[in-house]
């Protein structure tokens, strides 16, 4: 346990000092995790020494994140993206793995050759998504057209699993397979393994999608929020445990329950209850790339290492140059494309393993390749950095003109928090303009019927931050608070000001004493929830009363101008008096006196003084 | 240097090229106001003693807006109806807009033609806007002729719309600064016919 903490202790540590530093000096944050890798690790500081430990936490920090790149993957963002997934990540992956495989074929056996070339056609979706996302280029064209094809290899790893095993054993297989079809199933290691597997995936596509929702449903009602963060931790190791059970990697298994779960009302929840775990996870997996750097191998074959690293990211930028060309992207995104992806990835890692396990290639080789691989992912942020001083400079007056567009298409994005009977005409009035809200709510029921009529519903706690965020606070124009909570409404004004100070706030009042409140934090746009209504079924008892149509609604139009003019007056009254009253009861009285005074005070002649004006001179 | 107070009116702002044209090239000059109606009282619930303070605190003042049926759109109608009081506007002791110069500024879809005796519409535009001019005859102001642009239906270029935005400028600044000669311009069927006759370059 101490030596558990311990550790714990040393990578927490060596990450908080490390990253800071390295976004101070404008490096990214996956550098600073890198860099405080090789300090601590033993070949810096020594400060941790068991490889297999850090492999260990490696191992886990990948499955974390592959489960929430699979949330991002909703299958209806899939089937938008399928001509640039399987165009340019198809042809990504097809045309690198035949220049690396054609390359490796000179020197190696063919299926050696078939092995390397399908495992460093990969690129780090860690790095190059976190790396992105920094520089806020996720929403740009090129960015989408990496994020394309690092989708395409997340799934094209599925059949390199299933690949893999046949390279081992394929010379001598083969011919048993010919000659006994489907009754050497269990003399065949490799088929068997893959039916396992394949049995597993279908476990998991079963229970996400069938079973997730009812039992997600249940703890939502308890209304415990630990409970919630606890099932899904439970859903990621139980995964990982299962995959591990059948010899398959438990990132490849979370990523595809993620994948499963996207469409669910509770991606937003997932998202915000894994992402601190994944954050902290991340970063101690990018520590262990780091700290996993064997620099006595490094040292005896440097300059086969250094020679290996520049093949690999050169052979796989031209490669990627190419396709930018034969997808015809503009000229001044090319270059970004061809250096986000020109590295190695971290499902390399994964992969070599396994095909060590499966004897497709010898250890002394993987072990070479690992570290290839750990330079080039090491040396990732660093290109862009060069692109960044050196390419982007020259490309800055093509830049400008897309990024305004993007403002456009980004500037209507509203946050619609609480679905309740206000929220649900709100939503409503808003679709009909044409604006489609995000909308967050808290009641489990809501969001399950909501869902079903096609609106864009997550479930979760309004108040989280992290919720906040996954639902696009940071980019999003306007948030419209309807809560019913008070307290709630409050908290969310509050926290939305700190955090987001570019986000409009329109928010209702449940009375007038919580407006102002909410006046109090500066909140221009206030509606007192039922005071539109008691306004209009005012206009309605009128007419009922005998008064003419149209004078009925000129009262209730003046009022409630009326009423406007004197809430300033009334907000200051009720600021002074507030100290006076023992309870609150009291001043919601006192109040309610001041304002029938006011209220007396309305000079309705101004109604139709023009209308009626008797001109003595006509 | 004279305050121009300009009260538009456009139920459909965003749609009209023209109007935005003419908009963008006056509305940060010094010395003019630019009243958006429509954007103010989205509810027709004109502040009728904030109107009035603001007329009271400009010399010229203009009503920009489309030409709908011979007339204003329904908001300037009823900004009339209200803001212009007995007492205040008009009767024997309402003098609070004598002596302030008026005119329109508006678009209308037929051209020139149309607006004629033998034309489409049948009358001139100087004949429809009479109720205008006996308003502001009323109210004891300068009444100018309008302002207008025509043959929007039609489409107009770029290079038209630049050039009259161009001319509604230089028709506010001389009447900002008193280059304007009025007696001439209350002559013409439009005020800008012929601004060269009319302006005194100093």
Redo the contacts between chains.
Sequence with gaps: MEQFLLKLLIFLAAAVIAVPLARKCKLGSVLGYLIAGIIIGPFGLALIDDIEAVMHFTEFGVVMMLFLVGLELKPSLLWQMRTPILGVGGTQVMLTFAAIGLACAVFLPWQQAVAIGLILALSSTAIVLQTLREKGLMNTSPGKSVFSVLLFQDLAVIPILAILPLLATAAVHVDAHHSSGLFDVTTLPGYLRLIVVLLAIGLIYVVGKYGSRPLFRAIAASRVREVFVAAALTLIIGISLLMTAVGLSPALGTFIAGVVLADSEYRHELESDIEPFKGLLLGIFFISIGASLNFTLIHEQLWQIVGLVAALIIIKAIALFAIARIFKMPGTERLLFAVALAQGGEFAFVLFQFAKVNEVLPQSLTETLVSVVAISMFLAPLLFLLYDWLIAPHLQEAGTERQADDIENGGRSVILAGFGRLGTDIGRLLISAGIKPVILDHNEANVDILRRFGFEVYYGDVTRLDLLESAGAAEAELIIITLGDHEKSVELVKLVQKHYPQLKIAVNAVDRRAAFELMDLGVTTIRRETFGTALTLGQDALQLLGFDPYEAYKIR??FR?KDKDSMPDLYRIHRQDEDKYISLYQQHNANLAELMTKDREIDMV?LD???T?A???T | MNKILILFGHPAFRRSTINAALRKSVENLKGITFHDLYARYP?F?I??SHEQRLCESHDIIVFQHPFYWYSTPSLIKEWF??????AWAY??SGTALAGKITFQALTAGGDFSNYQPDGLNLFTIRQLTTPYRATANLCRMEWLPPFAVLGIHQGLPKEDRICHAEDYRKTLMALRDNQLDLAKARNYELLNQDLNSIINEV
Excluded: C, I, Y
Aim: hydrophobic share 45%; proline share 4%; charged share 40%.
């Design positions: 139009r003046l101008k101004e003084k023009a209308w004006a001109n003595p001179e | 509810d619930l502040d009728v109806d209200l803001v212009l009081e007995h009767g024997a």
